[in-house]
């Protein structure tokens, strides 16, 4: 791997006796892991269904190691959820937030969604989360990746982080902040970060890296806790962007706690020597089975009062909720639970403490239900993905070695057996989406978008 020559000198100067190593790290095969799904079941459940057992990441209690034969994004478990496929170090910031259920929590650059989706697992259903993306694009990956993995209380925004503080200051209790960076430690995985890499890049990552960590240092409350991460190894962007922030924040502090197993501490030297940079966090492709990343913990003085804002509800017609309610009566053993509320014909449950986002670009508004269409009520997929087979009155229940599930999710009618009317389609315990059965088949309802030959 031919790699840019300024880089090199660069990382030479940082490492010293240790270089050579790091170099021979960029030939070696990197790993690859996945992060069980929590909200849809247990490591043993997946296990079960694998048939094989994965080996565990060991900086976080859900992340496993996967064989390269093992292909998870070609089995039906990935598109209902159970896993996503995460870089093993990717997985350190979200590990490090530890998100608490009832909590307001902000990832404030959170596609593709690995980060998001460990939090909400976190937060088992209960809270509020918002996961803001600025690009457009990502921000609608974002959103796709919260309905696959069943989360119930998270809100997509596509915002800059200076119109979300007009929103929300001093509002969260944990912030996230994944920066877009240089993205030196992502280049044993993308050749294209290569192609991209300038020192004129590193400064321009730098700049705006400070003004999001301002914004998000204003949308925290007395008492929070932010975590700042990287996937690069420049100092402008790791330990001299976080001294930087504290000399300019003094009402934050860096929360001194030992490194998890196999992540090395920040350098101090890499920022004027000081020692709080000390008890930042590095991984090192050298050292561990995973890509270059940096975080940092910081805490904002003063007593969080646990005070939170009631939810603003847009009404719901009363036709509306009459529809949906006929409907849960019908086909639902356990409706999800919280106040229905209506943005046009689609019905939504929205997350507790949620203020008025009008003027913010929302791409997910909470728990999507459904649609209203002709005096009927259609379910969403979302529904779908954020219930357990248990929870409907009818089910379709495949195994992945069934055709059926394969078929299914090229968007193809199956059998119905014995079944009428709307059905869950479940793959060994794992919900796949909606079907609706009639006349010996079941209607497929699988999104359009999503369906595609695995």
Known sequence: ????????????????????????????????????????????????????????????????????????????????????????????????????????????????????????????????????????????????????????????????????????????DRILVDAPCSGEGMFRKDEEAIAQWSEENVIKCAVRQKEILDNAAAMLRPGGRLVYSTCTFSPEENERMIIGFLNEHPEFSIEKTDAPPFISHGRPELAENDERAFFTFRIWPHLTEGEGHFAAVLRKDGENEKTYRQSIIPPCPKEYEKLYKAFADEFLKNPPEGEISAFGENLYIIPEFLPSLDGIKVLRFGLHLGTVKKNRFEPSHSLAMALSPQNAVQCAELSADDKEIFAYLRGETIPAGDLKGWCLISVNGYTTGWGKAAGGIIKNHYPKGLRRSL
């Open 1 to 172: 791997m031919e790699l840019p020559i300024k880089f090199c000198e660069k990382m030479q100067l940082i490492l010293g006796d240790e270089y050579e190593s790091f170099i021979r790290s960029y030939d070696e095969k990197r790993k690859s892991a996945l992060r069980i799904n929590t909200l849809k079941g247990d490591s043993e459940k997946l296990f079960s269904v694998l048939g094989e057992k994965l080996s565990p990441v060991p900086w976080t209690y859900d992340g496993y190691f996967y064989p390269d034969t093992m292909k998870p994004g070609k089995r039906p478990f990935h598109e209902a959820g159970a896993y996503y496929i995460q870089e093993p170090s990717a997985m350190v910031p979200a590990e490090l937030l530890k998100a608490q259920p009832g909590e307001c929590i902000l990832d404030l650059c959170a596609a593709p969604g690995g980060k998001t989706t460990k939090i909400a697992a976190d937060m088992k259903g209960q809270g509020l989360l918002v996961a803001n993306e600025i690009h457009p694009k990502r921000a609608a990956i974002l959103s796709s990746n919260v309905e696959r993995m069943g989360i119930k209380n998270a809100v997509v925004t596509n915002e800059s982080s200076d119109r979300l503080l007009k929103k929300f200051p001093e509002f969260f």
